[in-house]
Every structure is written in C-alpha cells, then in structure tokens.
C-alpha cells in the first residue's frame, strides 16, 4: 500500500476508535451471565479470593476453589453453599507446579470443563531487596506469576477447543506503579499484568474471541495482607468494593479493571510528567506501610 494512503488509513481508523470509545462510555455496557459457569478460584480461603468466591456464588455460578490452607478453605466453602451454590474443595499449593496439573486433571475427570479461570493466589514479602530471603524472592514469583502460566495451560486447550472461556488475572497497582520496599513483589505483579496483556494480544491473534481476559489492578484492600498501610492520598480499599468492580469487569468483558478508577489517570501522568514531578507526587501520596528494611540477607 501506498504510504500516503496507508496513514490516511490510520487517521482513519483512529477517529473511528475515538467514536466508538465515545459511544461505549456513554452507552450502557453489554452484560453476560455466569450462572451455571464452572468457576475456578486459586487462593480462595481467604481474603479477596473467599469474597471473590462469594459473589460469584450469589450469580449461582458451580464454584471450584483451590487454596493450601485446608481450615480457611472448608469456611470458604460453607459460606458460599449457604448462598446456593455448588462447591469444590481442592488443597492446592499453588508454588507447586505438579500439585496444579495434578488437580486440574481431577477437576477435568470428576467435575467438568472450567469456563471461567479467577487467578488469585498470591503471597507478598514487604522488606527492602536486601533483606528480602532468597526463598521469599521464588516463592513470590512461583505463587504470583508462574501459578497463573501452569493453570492457564491446564485449563485453556478445553476453553480454546470451544472458543468459550474467561481467564482473570488478579494483579495489583504494584504492577503498573512501583513501590520501595516491595521489589520483588511488584517486579511479580509487572509480569502479570504483562502476562494477561500477551495472553490477550495471542488469543486474538489465533482468532479465539470467545475467550475473555480480565486483570484486575487494586491498591492496597484492607486484607491483612499488608500490614498497617495507609496514603495521604486515597484511601485503603474494602474488600467488597474491590470484588464488586471485579464481577462487573468480567460481567463486561473489561480487559483491565482498575480500584480505583483513576489509576488510570495516574499511569497517563506517570508516562508524560519528568521525574521530579513524579517524585513529588510520590511524596505528596505518602504510601506506607510495616516492611523489613535494613537486617540484610543470610540467603
């Protein structure tokens, strides 16, 4: 083509997108239904991922739930068949790539075909890189990037056979903005984001656009999962607000949710202001919370 014409074409084709983002914000989304779907959480005996399993079980969705501590699993469990739903419990440690594909091949004998893949199991270790342990660095990386490879290739062919499926990636605000403190954390939360945007890109490279993707992106939720943290600016997410926003991205189709919303505007003057401007920002959000710093590492 022509490479006159072929700018053209992109000018074109730009104005086109910004009509059509304009018409999809003022226009209310498309919503799907996940009654019925056979919904697999990771790291559901507590925290975001039991809440996560909660509200997909008030959408009377089948519930398969996965976490490595049995006690917290099993009230995951009742709560959820209080509200209706049907449950599955698998121990799972999820830093363990057998432990997965041998509970992905019993879930696909003796309970049918996951539709929809809730990625959440992640554990944090909040000290400055040096005094951060050599089995913290991989454990990190094992629960929160590599967990979400070995379940996405055990449960995907089935979904890519029917060209019908959801895969969400549960991320952080970690995995856009970066955080001291929290090195190896964030460097695990930057290849998931990273994971869910190439898992995207290769599903509609192969055509697969029956298969949804959704990665979510909070602050800091008021878990436990991070001792003690606070902000000047904004404030320490709830649980609920955080699962509420993340059932009505995977309602519809949202590729990236982000808690709050204006994550988005933050990232957009993170790539135009200079480095001093951002560092003052930094300061002015005033992010803290309990971390190890300064014991150094004995390996």
């Not at 699993?73 to 209706?84: S, Y």
């Not at 990665?215 to 008021?222: A, K």
Request: glycine content about 6%.
């Amino acid at each position: 083509m022509n490479p006159a014409l072929e700018v053209l074409v992109f000018l074109g084709t730009l104005l086109y997108a910004y009509v059509e983002a304009l018409v999809k914000l003022l226009l209310p989304a498309k919503r799907k239904t996940v009654r019925g779907e056979l919904v697999l959480v990771t790291g559901a005996a507590r925290g975001l991922g039991r809440a996560t399993a909660r509200e997909f079980a008030r959408h009377q969705s089948r519930l398969v739930l996965w976490d490595v501590e049995a006690h917290g699993l099993k009230q995951t469990a009742a709560e959820c068949e209080g509200l209706g739903a049907t449950v599955h419990t698998f121990v799972v440690d999820c830093s363990k790539r057998e432990e997965i594909y041998s509970a992905a091949e019993k879930v696909k004998k003796d309970i049918g075909d996951v539709s929809i893949l809730v990625n959440n199991a992640g554990v944090i270790a909040a000290a400055d890189l040096l005094s951060t342990q050599d089995h913290q660095v991989e454990k990190t990386f094992e629960v929160n990037i590599l967990a979400h490879i070995w379940t996405t290739r055990a449960f995907l062919p089935t979904m890519m056979n029917n060209n019908y499926g959801h895969i969400v990636t549960v991320a952080s605000a970690a995995g856009h903005f970066v955080i001291p403190f929290m090195v190896t954390y964030c460097s695990s939360k930057f290849a998931a984001v990273g994971f869910h945007k190439a898992l995207t890109d290769e599903l509609s490279s192969l055509g697969k656009d029956g298969i949804k993707t959704t990665c979510l992106c909070p602050v800091f939720i008021n878990t436990g999962f991070v001792k003690n943290p606070s902000m000047r600016l904004g404030k320490i997410l709830e649980v609920d607000e955080v699962v509420k926003a993340l059932m009505e991205g995977i309602l519809t189709n949202q590729k990236m949710v982000f808690v709050p919303s204006n994550q988005r505007f933050a990232l957009l003057l993170e790539r135009l202001l200079p480095e001093r401007a951002l560092n003052y920002l930094k300061k002015l959000t005033d992010v803290k919370f309990d971390a190890i710093v300064g014991r150094g590492s004995n390996q």
